[in-house]
Protein backbone atom coordinates (compact mmCIF):
# COMPACT_ATOMS: atom_id res chain seq x y z
CA UNK A 1 0.00 0.00 0.00
CA UNK A 2 1.65 3.23 -1.35
CA UNK A 3 2.00 5.87 1.86
CA UNK A 4 -0.99 8.65 1.80
CA UNK A 5 0.13 12.36 1.86
CA UNK A 6 -1.94 12.80 5.56
CA UNK A 7 -3.04 10.66 8.14
CA UNK A 8 -6.17 11.67 9.58
CA UNK A 9 -6.75 10.06 13.34
CA UNK A 10 -10.72 9.87 14.07
CA UNK A 11 -13.14 9.52 12.52
CA UNK A 12 -15.77 11.55 13.73
CA UNK A 13 -17.23 14.65 11.70
CA UNK A 14 -14.22 16.87 12.03
CA UNK A 15 -11.90 14.07 11.21
CA UNK A 16 -13.89 12.99 8.05
CA UNK A 17 -14.49 16.56 6.74
CA UNK A 18 -10.77 17.19 7.02
CA UNK A 19 -10.35 13.96 4.55
CA UNK A 20 -12.72 15.64 2.54
CA UNK A 21 -11.56 18.66 1.93
CA UNK A 22 -7.70 17.18 1.52
CA UNK A 23 -8.72 14.62 -1.03
CA UNK A 24 -10.60 17.82 -3.23
CA UNK A 25 -7.42 19.15 -3.32
CA UNK A 26 -5.96 16.25 -4.63
CA UNK A 27 -4.12 14.35 -1.57
CA UNK A 28 -3.85 11.07 -0.95
CA UNK A 29 -5.26 10.40 2.75
CA UNK A 30 -5.90 7.46 5.15
CA UNK A 31 -8.23 8.05 7.82
CA UNK A 32 -7.40 5.93 11.33
CA UNK A 33 -9.88 5.37 13.62
CA UNK A 34 -9.77 2.05 15.60
CA UNK A 35 -13.82 2.27 16.28
CA UNK A 36 -14.98 3.08 12.90
CA UNK A 37 -16.74 6.27 11.74
CA UNK A 38 -18.95 7.75 13.99
CA UNK A 39 -18.23 5.82 16.95
CA UNK A 40 -18.04 8.51 19.65
CA UNK A 41 -20.15 11.73 20.06
CA UNK A 42 -20.39 12.71 16.02
CA UNK A 43 -22.53 9.05 15.70
CA UNK A 44 -25.68 10.61 17.60
CA UNK A 45 -29.07 11.39 16.45
CA UNK A 46 -30.03 15.40 17.17
CA UNK A 47 -28.38 17.81 14.41
CA UNK A 48 -29.22 20.95 15.33
CA UNK A 49 -27.43 23.23 12.44
CA UNK A 50 -28.86 26.78 14.71
CA UNK A 51 -26.82 29.99 14.70
CA UNK A 52 -25.55 32.38 17.08
CA UNK A 53 -28.15 35.44 17.95
CA UNK A 54 -27.28 37.84 15.58
CA UNK A 55 -25.92 40.75 17.65
CA UNK A 56 -22.30 41.22 19.54
CA UNK A 57 -20.63 40.41 16.62
CA UNK A 58 -17.40 38.77 16.60
CA UNK A 59 -15.11 36.25 14.11
CA UNK A 60 -16.46 33.12 15.31
CA UNK A 61 -20.30 34.39 14.51
CA UNK A 62 -19.10 34.96 10.97
CA UNK A 63 -17.17 32.46 10.78
CA UNK A 64 -20.63 29.96 11.40
CA UNK A 65 -22.45 32.00 9.46
CA UNK A 66 -20.33 31.35 6.48
CA UNK A 67 -19.86 27.68 7.34
CA UNK A 68 -23.58 27.32 7.44
CA UNK A 69 -24.72 29.17 4.45
CA UNK A 70 -21.67 26.93 2.73
CA UNK A 71 -23.35 23.88 4.12
CA UNK A 72 -25.91 23.26 1.50
CA UNK A 73 -23.87 22.48 -1.51
CA UNK A 74 -21.25 20.82 0.47
CA UNK A 75 -23.31 18.46 1.66
CA UNK A 76 -24.78 17.87 -1.50
CA UNK A 77 -21.61 16.82 -3.26
CA UNK A 78 -20.89 14.45 -0.54
CA UNK A 79 -24.16 12.81 -0.81
CA UNK A 80 -23.56 12.94 -5.05
CA UNK A 81 -20.08 11.59 -4.66
CA UNK A 82 -20.88 8.84 -2.22
CA UNK A 83 -24.52 7.86 -3.01
CA UNK A 84 -25.55 8.36 0.74
CA UNK A 85 -28.16 10.71 2.00
CA UNK A 86 -26.52 12.94 5.26
CA UNK A 87 -29.91 13.65 6.06
CA UNK A 88 -29.33 17.47 5.79
CA UNK A 89 -31.74 20.38 5.22
CA UNK A 90 -32.12 23.96 5.88
CA UNK A 91 -35.82 23.84 7.32
CA UNK A 92 -35.12 26.40 9.38
CA UNK A 93 -36.28 26.86 13.50
CA UNK A 94 -39.15 27.99 15.30
CA UNK A 95 -38.53 29.49 19.10
CA UNK A 96 -41.20 30.90 20.88
CA UNK A 97 -41.46 34.02 22.00
CA UNK A 98 -42.43 35.44 25.77
CA UNK A 99 -44.05 38.86 25.99
CA UNK A 100 -40.83 40.05 27.84
CA UNK A 101 -38.79 39.30 24.95
CA UNK A 102 -40.92 40.53 21.61
CA UNK A 103 -38.69 44.13 21.82
CA UNK A 104 -35.50 42.23 22.02
CA UNK A 105 -36.67 39.68 19.25
CA UNK A 106 -37.18 42.68 16.80
CA UNK A 107 -33.81 44.06 17.79
CA UNK A 108 -32.26 41.02 16.89
CA UNK A 109 -34.29 40.49 13.66
CA UNK A 110 -32.59 44.21 12.71
CA UNK A 111 -29.24 43.19 13.56
CA UNK A 112 -29.78 40.07 11.33
CA UNK A 113 -30.75 42.18 8.29
CA UNK A 114 -27.48 43.95 8.69
CA UNK A 115 -24.99 40.84 9.57
CA UNK A 116 -26.82 37.93 7.66
CA UNK A 117 -26.56 40.62 4.61
CA UNK A 118 -30.21 39.24 3.25
CA UNK A 119 -28.32 35.70 2.49
CA UNK A 120 -30.90 34.60 5.67
CA UNK A 121 -33.50 36.09 7.51
CA UNK A 122 -34.49 35.72 11.01
CA UNK A 123 -38.37 37.50 11.90
CA UNK A 124 -40.87 37.20 14.08
CA UNK A 125 -44.47 35.09 12.85
CA UNK A 126 -47.47 34.48 14.52
CA UNK A 127 -48.18 32.06 12.10
CA UNK A 128 -45.29 29.15 13.15
CA UNK A 129 -47.54 25.51 11.29
CA UNK A 130 -48.45 23.13 13.01
CA UNK A 131 -45.49 21.61 14.47
CA UNK A 132 -44.50 24.33 17.05
CA UNK A 133 -44.14 24.51 20.76
CA UNK A 134 -46.88 26.82 22.42
CA UNK A 135 -46.16 30.28 22.63
CA UNK A 136 -47.21 32.75 25.40
CA UNK A 137 -47.10 36.17 23.15
CA UNK A 138 -48.61 34.07 20.24
CA UNK A 139 -45.51 35.37 17.90
CA UNK A 140 -42.21 33.06 17.42
CA UNK A 141 -38.77 33.84 16.01
CA UNK A 142 -38.52 32.06 13.08
CA UNK A 143 -34.83 32.10 11.40
CA UNK A 144 -34.23 30.62 8.09
CA UNK A 145 -30.25 29.74 8.33
CA UNK A 146 -30.93 27.13 10.55
CA UNK A 147 -30.93 23.86 8.97
CA UNK A 148 -30.81 19.84 10.13
CA UNK A 149 -28.49 17.03 9.96
CA UNK A 150 -28.39 13.41 11.16
CA UNK A 151 -25.26 12.83 12.50
CA UNK A 152 -24.76 8.88 11.94
CA UNK A 153 -25.85 9.39 8.61
CA UNK A 154 -24.12 12.32 7.81
CA UNK A 155 -20.53 10.54 8.73
CA UNK A 156 -21.99 7.15 6.90
CA UNK A 157 -22.08 9.48 3.87
CA UNK A 158 -18.66 11.44 4.64
CA UNK A 159 -17.31 7.59 4.86
CA UNK A 160 -19.20 6.71 1.78
CA UNK A 161 -17.63 9.67 -0.26
CA UNK A 162 -14.19 9.27 1.04
CA UNK A 163 -13.89 5.88 -0.39
CA UNK A 164 -15.88 6.85 -3.45
CA UNK A 165 -12.49 9.56 -4.14
CA UNK A 166 -9.83 7.33 -3.14
CA UNK A 167 -9.19 7.56 0.41
CA UNK A 168 -8.49 4.90 2.76
CA UNK A 169 -10.69 4.38 6.39
CA UNK A 170 -9.08 1.79 8.82
CA UNK A 171 -9.11 0.53 12.64
CA UNK A 172 -5.60 -0.76 11.98
CA UNK A 173 -2.53 1.22 12.76
CA UNK A 174 0.30 1.96 9.50
CA UNK A 175 3.41 3.35 9.81
CA UNK A 176 3.06 6.59 8.76
CA UNK A 177 6.29 9.67 8.53
CA UNK A 178 3.86 12.99 6.96
CA UNK A 179 1.72 15.07 8.83
CA UNK A 180 -0.87 13.75 11.10
CA UNK A 181 -4.47 15.51 11.56
CA UNK A 182 -5.83 14.85 15.21
CA UNK A 183 -9.26 14.64 15.16
CA UNK A 184 -9.34 12.58 18.47
CA UNK A 185 -12.48 14.25 20.27
CA UNK A 186 -12.23 14.64 24.10
CA UNK A 187 -9.67 11.64 24.74
CA UNK A 188 -7.54 14.21 22.44
CA UNK A 189 -8.33 16.95 24.97
CA UNK A 190 -7.56 14.77 27.58
CA UNK A 191 -4.25 13.78 25.93
CA UNK A 192 -3.35 17.28 25.43
CA UNK A 193 -4.15 18.00 29.22
CA UNK A 194 -1.89 15.98 30.10
CA UNK A 195 0.75 17.26 28.32
CA UNK A 196 -0.20 20.50 29.81
CA UNK A 197 0.07 22.46 33.59
CA UNK A 198 -3.89 22.81 33.35
CA UNK A 199 -7.26 21.73 31.82
CA UNK A 200 -6.97 22.41 27.97
CA UNK A 201 -10.63 20.65 27.13
CA UNK A 202 -13.00 17.98 28.83
CA UNK A 203 -15.80 15.79 27.33
CA UNK A 204 -19.40 16.79 28.44
CA UNK A 205 -21.94 13.72 28.27
CA UNK A 206 -25.39 14.47 26.27
CA UNK A 207 -28.44 12.69 26.24
CA UNK A 208 -31.02 12.04 23.73
CA UNK A 209 -33.87 10.40 22.46
CA UNK A 210 -35.78 9.40 19.00
CA UNK A 211 -38.88 9.03 18.26
CA UNK A 212 -41.33 7.87 15.69
CA UNK A 213 -43.13 11.48 14.39
CA UNK A 214 -42.97 12.23 10.56
CA UNK A 215 -42.62 16.09 10.69
CA UNK A 216 -40.22 15.74 8.05
CA UNK A 217 -41.04 18.98 6.16
CA UNK A 218 -41.14 21.21 9.44
CA UNK A 219 -38.84 23.70 10.61
CA UNK A 220 -36.76 22.64 14.14
CA UNK A 221 -38.02 23.57 17.19
CA UNK A 222 -35.75 25.22 20.15
CA UNK A 223 -37.24 25.80 23.34
CA UNK A 224 -36.59 26.20 26.93
CA UNK A 225 -32.72 24.82 26.50
CA UNK A 226 -34.55 21.51 24.13
CA UNK A 227 -33.53 21.23 20.65
CA UNK A 228 -36.60 19.00 18.77
CA UNK A 229 -35.47 18.10 15.10
CA UNK A 230 -37.46 16.32 12.88
CA UNK A 231 -35.77 14.10 10.50
CA UNK A 232 -35.85 13.66 6.45
CA UNK A 233 -36.67 9.47 7.31
CA UNK A 234 -39.78 10.47 9.39
CA UNK A 235 -38.10 10.57 13.12
CA UNK A 236 -38.02 13.52 15.22
CA UNK A 237 -34.84 13.83 17.46
CA UNK A 238 -35.10 15.37 21.04
CA UNK A 239 -31.75 16.78 22.82
CA UNK A 240 -30.12 16.87 24.49
CA UNK A 241 -28.23 16.75 28.47
CA UNK A 242 -25.20 18.42 29.67
CA UNK A 243 -23.54 16.54 32.08
CA UNK A 244 -19.65 17.65 33.03
CA UNK A 245 -19.72 14.79 35.57
CA UNK A 246 -20.75 11.58 34.59
CA UNK A 247 -19.19 7.35 35.12
CA UNK A 248 -20.12 5.85 31.96
CA UNK A 249 -20.28 8.50 28.85
CA UNK A 250 -22.55 6.13 26.91
CA UNK A 251 -24.98 5.06 29.49
CA UNK A 252 -28.96 6.59 29.37
CA UNK A 253 -30.08 6.87 32.81
CA UNK A 254 -32.91 8.95 34.42
CA UNK A 255 -31.71 12.43 32.78
CA UNK A 256 -33.30 10.91 29.65
CA UNK A 257 -36.53 10.29 30.96
CA UNK A 258 -36.49 13.94 32.15
CA UNK A 259 -35.57 15.42 28.95
CA UNK A 260 -38.18 13.33 27.34
CA UNK A 261 -41.18 14.29 29.80
CA UNK A 262 -39.93 17.89 29.40
CA UNK A 263 -40.41 17.56 25.53
CA UNK A 264 -43.89 15.82 25.58
CA UNK A 265 -44.99 18.54 28.12
CA UNK A 266 -43.56 21.01 25.58
CA UNK A 267 -44.63 19.57 22.74
CA UNK A 268 -47.70 18.02 22.78
CA UNK A 269 -47.40 16.58 19.33
CA UNK A 270 -45.19 14.23 20.46
CA UNK A 271 -46.62 13.51 23.52
CA UNK A 272 -48.03 9.82 22.19
CA UNK A 273 -45.08 9.45 19.40
CA UNK A 274 -43.24 5.71 19.85
CA UNK A 275 -39.56 5.91 20.94
CA UNK A 276 -37.30 4.55 18.22
CA UNK A 277 -34.34 4.75 20.41
CA UNK A 278 -31.93 6.64 22.85
CA UNK A 279 -28.30 7.84 22.57
CA UNK A 280 -25.58 8.98 25.32
CA UNK A 281 -22.27 10.23 24.06
CA UNK A 282 -19.23 12.27 25.40
CA UNK A 283 -18.42 15.64 23.00
CA UNK A 284 -15.44 17.52 23.15
CA UNK A 285 -15.42 21.14 24.37
CA UNK A 286 -11.93 23.15 24.41
CA UNK A 287 -11.71 25.51 27.14
CA UNK A 288 -12.14 28.70 25.25
CA UNK A 289 -15.29 26.79 23.92
CA UNK A 290 -14.00 27.52 20.44
CA UNK A 291 -13.09 24.95 18.10
CA UNK A 292 -9.04 24.17 18.16
CA UNK A 293 -7.82 24.38 14.58
CA UNK A 294 -4.49 24.45 13.09
CA UNK A 295 -1.22 23.74 13.97
CA UNK A 296 -0.58 20.73 16.66
CA UNK A 297 0.87 22.65 20.07
CA UNK A 298 2.23 19.50 20.86
CA UNK A 299 3.54 17.37 17.59
CA UNK A 300 5.94 19.54 15.11
CA UNK A 301 4.41 19.25 11.31
CA UNK A 302 1.08 17.94 12.62
CA UNK A 303 -2.29 19.43 12.94
CA UNK A 304 -5.24 19.07 15.46
CA UNK A 305 -9.35 19.48 14.48
CA UNK A 306 -10.80 19.59 17.69
CA UNK A 307 -13.50 20.83 20.29
CA UNK A 308 -16.55 21.14 18.00
CA UNK A 309 -19.10 20.35 21.24
CA UNK A 310 -22.57 21.56 20.13
CA UNK A 311 -21.34 23.19 16.90
CA UNK A 312 -19.02 20.68 15.51
CA UNK A 313 -21.59 19.64 12.70
CA UNK A 314 -22.50 23.31 11.82
CA UNK A 315 -18.62 24.69 11.76
CA UNK A 316 -17.33 21.35 10.19
CA UNK A 317 -17.37 22.53 6.46
CA UNK A 318 -15.14 25.72 6.79
CA UNK A 319 -13.02 24.10 9.67
CA UNK A 320 -12.29 21.55 7.10
CA UNK A 321 -11.68 23.61 4.34
CA UNK A 322 -9.85 26.28 6.07
CA UNK A 323 -7.43 23.57 7.53
CA UNK A 324 -7.12 21.53 4.31
CA UNK A 325 -5.87 24.90 2.86
CA UNK A 326 -3.25 25.41 5.67
CA UNK A 327 -1.84 21.93 4.94
CA UNK A 328 -1.57 22.36 1.32
CA UNK A 329 -0.28 25.87 0.87
CA UNK A 330 0.83 26.97 4.06
CA UNK A 331 -1.63 29.81 4.29
CA UNK A 332 -3.31 30.26 7.52
CA UNK A 333 -7.03 31.81 7.13
CA UNK A 334 -8.33 30.27 10.36
CA UNK A 335 -9.36 32.85 12.82
CA UNK A 336 -6.66 33.30 15.62
CA UNK A 337 -9.76 32.31 17.81
CA UNK A 338 -9.73 28.92 16.77
CA UNK A 339 -5.63 28.77 17.08
CA UNK A 340 -4.75 25.82 19.80
CA UNK A 341 -2.53 27.41 21.73
CA UNK A 342 -5.19 29.59 22.90
CA UNK A 343 -7.11 26.63 24.57
CA UNK A 344 -3.43 26.01 26.41
Known sequence: MAMPDVTVRGAGVFGLATAWALLKRGL?????????????????????????????WNPKKGFQLDSLLMAEDWWADIATMGGRDPGYARTGRLQPLAEAGVALAKD???????????????????????????????????????ARIHPRQACEALAAAIRAKGGIISADEMPFDGPTVWATGHQGLAELTAQHSRLVGAGIKGQAVLLDHDARSAPQAFIDGLHIIPHGDGTTAIGSTTEREFDDGTATDAQCDALLDKARALMPVLRDAPEVMRWAGVRPRARTRAPMLGQHPFRQGDFIANGGFKIGFGMAPLCAEQLAHLITTGENLIPEAFAPDRSL
Open 108 to 146: RAKGAEALWQGRAVWRITDQPGDFAPPSASGLWVFDTLS
Open 28 to 56: SVRVIDPNGAASGASGGIVGALAPHVPEQ
